[in-house]
C-alpha cells in the first residue's frame, strides 16, 4: 500500500471538527474524510514546534535524542526505510525550513521539496569549507553548518525571519504532477501545509514588500501579549484551516478519481498547535501545554471498513507522534525497526502507551525556540490524567481531569512531592532510552 501522510502545520486539536462533535466545524471536508476511518482524541506531539515535532513524526526519535538540529543523526528515517522497501519517497515542506535539506530531511528522499540551492561558490572553496568542518567537528553541528554555509538564501531567511512559504494548492499541483509521472510506482509522501502557520504568508496574494510588512507586524504582536490581537489573530488562523481543508478535498478527490485512494493509507495530522493567550503568550513558544502538543489525527483507508467497536477502542488509545514510523511498519510488514523509539500503538497495535513524552528547547536569552538545542530544556511527561512538567528550570504538576485547562499547577519544590506514579514513569521513560541506545548502539 502506499502511504500519505498530511500535517497541517500548526493545527490545534481543539479547532477539528470532529473534537466538537462537528459542530459549526471549520473542517466539513476533512469531517466526511475522518468519519469513514478512524479518528483519535489522545494524540500528542514529541515537540512543542516543528524542529523538535518533525523527527519524531518522520524518524520516530525524540529531538533531544540527537546532538544535531533535525533529523542528520538519528538512526533511520522513514523514507529511508521505506525507500529500502521499494517505495518512491516525495516530500513537501511547504517552504518550512525546519523540515528542508537543511535539517537532514533529504535523506532517503528521491524527491524532496527544496527551495534552497547550493551556493557553488562555497562549494568550490574547499580550504574555507574544510577549516568550517574542523572548527565544527566537536560541537556536534558540523552537518547542519555546513550546509546552511552551502546554502543561498539561508541566513536572509534565518536572520531576517522572512520564509518563503509554498501554498497548498501549488504544493498539490506538483505532488499531482509527480504522481503522474511515476504512476506505477509505489509511493511514501509526506505533505506539510503551512496556510495554518503564522504569519500567513500562504494566504496572502501580495508582493515580496507587503509579505515582509505582514510577516514583522504579526511577529512583533505574537510575540506580546496584546489582546487586541487574539480576535485579529484568530480570524486569519481560521481562515487558514477552511482553505487548508478545500485543498485537502481537492487532493482526496484526485486520489481517489485515479484509483489512487483505493491502495493507500492516508494519515492526517499536525506537529503541533497554537497558542492564542492561554498561557501569557501567542504562537507556540517552548512550552509543553495542550494547546501546543495536543494535535489532531485521522487514518483513512478506503477499501477497510471498522465497525463501531473498533472505532471506539482507536479512539481511546494514547498516542505520540513517534509512533506513525513503527506502527505503519508493523501494519505493512508485520516488522519494527530497532531504530524506531516508538510503539505500535495504533491500527490495532498491540503495544499500550501509558504515558507521552513532549519537548521543546528555550533560547537562553529569550521567549523564543532553540532549534540548536543549546538553550533551556522544557519538557513534559502526561498520562491521560496527570501531566509533569519542567518549564523554564521550574517542575509542575497538573491534575487535568480537574484542570483540564492547566491553570492551576502545582509547584514541585522537591522530588518526594511527586506522585509515585509520575515517579514511575520518569524511571519507565529513562529505562527506555537507555534501551533504545543500547539497541542501536553503533561501535
Known amino acids: 500500500m502506499n502511504v500519505l501522510i498530511i500535517t497541517i502545520d500548526t493545527l490545534r486539536y481543539d479547532y477539528i471538527g470532529y473534537a466538537n462533535n462537528y459542530k459549526n466545524s471549520l473542517t466539513p471536508n476533512i469531517d466526511e474524510f475522518s468519519k469513514e476511518g478512524l479518528i483519535y482524541h489522545h494524540v500528542f506531539s514529541s515537540g512543542t ?3 523538535f515535532a518533525f523527527p519524531g513524526i518522520l524518524s520516530s526519535i525524540y529531538s533531544s535524542q540527537t546532538k544535531t538540529p533535525g533529523i542528520f543523526s538519528s538512526y533511520l528515517t522513514f523514507s529511508e526505510y521505506l525507500r529500502n522497501k521499494g517505495y518512491f519517497t516525495i516530500g513537501f515542506n511547504g517552504g518550512n525550513i525546519y523540515v528542508s535539506n ?3 530531511y533529504d535523506r532517503g528522499m528521491d524527491y524532496l521539496e527544496k527551495h534552497y540551492v547550493l551556493n557553488t561558490k562555497f562549494k568550490k572553496n574547499s580550504f574555507l569549507r574544510n577549516l568550517v568542518k574542523r572548527s565544527l567537528k566537536f560541537l556536534g553541528l558540523k552537518e547542519f553548518i ?8 539561508t541566513f536572509k531567511k534565518v536572520l531576517w525571519n522572512n520564509p518563503l512559504i509554498y501554498r497548498a494548492q501549488d504544493q498539490i499541483t506538483d505532488f499531482v504532477k509527480i504522481l503522474k509521472e511515476n504512476r506505477k510506482r509505489k509511493f511514501f509522501a509526506f505533505i506539510n501545509f503551512m496556510e495554518v502557520h503564522g504569519p500567513y504568508l500562504g494566504l496572502w496574494e501580495t508582493n515580496f514588500k507587503e509579505r515582509i510588512f505582514m510577516e514583522k507586524l504579526l511577529r ?5 501579549n496584546d489582546e487586541k490581537m487574539c480576535d485579529y489573530l484568530k480570524f486569519f488562523y481560521t481562515r487558514g484551516i477552511k482553505m487548508v481543508d478545500q485543498q485537502i478535498s481537492i487532493l482526496l478527490n484526485f486520489l481517489d478519481t485515479e484509483g489512487i485512494l483505493d491502495n493507500t493509507i492516508v494519515i492526517l495530522t499536525s506537529d503541533h498547535g497554537e497558542e492564542f493567550l492561554e498561557h501569557g503568550n501567542y504562537d507556540h513558544l517552548p512550552k509543553p501545554y495542550d494547546e501546543l502538543i495536543r494535535v489532531p489525527f485521522i487514518v483513512f483507508m478506503k477499501n477497510k471498513r471498522f465497525s463501531k467497536e473498533e472505532k471506539y477502542a482507536e479512539s481511546t488509545r494514547l498516542i505520540s507522534l513517534v509512533d506513525i514510523a513503527p506502527t505503519i511498519s508493523m501494519f505493512l510488514f508485520g516488522e519494527k525497526p530497532k531504530e524506531f523509539v516508538g510503539k505500535n500503538s495504533f491500527l490495532g497495535g498491540k503495544e499500550i502507551r501509558h504515558y507521552i513524552f513532549s519537548e521543546g528547547f528555550r533560547n537562553l536569552n529569550n521567549i523564543r ?3 540548536t538545542k543549546k538553550g533551556v530544556h522544557n519538557w513534559c511527561i502526561r498520562t491521560k490524567n496527570l501531566k509533569y512538567m519542567e518549564l523554564d528550570r521550574k517542575k509542575y504538576l497538573f491534575d487535568l481531569l480537574n484542570d483540564p485547562n492547566e491553570q492551576k499547577p502545582k509547584l514541585i519544590n522537591k522530588k518526594e512531592e511527586l506522585k509515585p506514579e509520575i515517579k514511575e514513569l520518569l524511571t519507565k521513560h ?11 548502539h553503533r561501535i
Open 49 to 51: 514546534s516543528t524542529p
Open 102 to 104: 537543511i535539517y537532514g
Open 146 to 153: 555546513i550546509k546552511m554555509l552551502e546554502t543561498k538564501n
Open 220 to 224: 512583533k504582536k505574537m510575540y506580546s
Open 369 to 371: 525556540h532553540d532549534a
Open 430 to 440: 529513562s529505562k527506555e532510552l537507555l534501551h533504545f541506545k543500547l539497541k542501536n
